[in-house]
């Protein structure tokens, strides 16, 4: 690749090199696979820049500050950020937090449970770190937002941010979550961030377990798990 630039910018060396008279009337012809894609006199160019366009921010298009509707459910489009907060962009990690824990500081598992947080039947509001109109989503809501008959999925890269994308069919209308991964209940380190995103629910599974939305390359599940667990909130409006 690098041969064939060397020879095209000797190539327009010389071509710029020739004497006025014959450049007078002579044309510049660009190709692309046989096809000429732009051409131009000669003695209208004074100069050829290369420059490298860079992609579009692909995540600032899943913006909108009023959230989008998807499968009757409006949903943010962005995660939890600081609490009363959303993150700087839609694909911010935004802040990991603990079931109806309404702080971002980590109680390991036995200091969890030991604490105020641990025995609700809900996601009490007054815990609840989601900006003003908004709310940590419901079981229901997580339902339909992957429900394959309204709702399509795709997992994709934005600009190296991984992730999942939600679209209603009917609409058109998108949102996308990155795989934020989570922290672990024993020692609050991040694990398999890129590989998918744990999203709150607030309702509770049975016991201690409270559904979430498990979102990976290969499947959206619904699943349960402790709540100790540090998971991102994409909240949906009240």
Known sequence: MKTKISIFIMAISLLFGVTAALAQGTQAYFKKNGA????????????????????PDVCQSFDNPQGVVINGVRWATRNVGAPGTFASSPCDYGEYYQFNKGTTDFLLFDDYNNS??????????????SPSGWRVPTNDDIQKLTDTNYVTYEWI?????????FTDKATGNSIFLPATG??????????????????????ISYSSYVYYLNSGKDANDLVYDNRPNGFSIRPVAE
């Open 36 to 55: 000429t894609v732009f051409q131009s006199p000669i003695s209208d160019i004074d100069s050829i820049v290369f420059k490298q366009t860079t992609n």
């Open 116 to 129: 105020v947080y641990a025995n609700s039947d809900s996601w009490f509001p007054a815990n609840d770190p």
């Open 157 to 165: 890269d934005n600009n190296g941010i991984i992730g999942s994308k």
């Open 182 to 203: 989570h922290r672990g209940d024993s020692n609050g380190a991040l694990y398999h961030v890129g590989d998918y995103g744990c999203y709150w629910s607030s309702t």
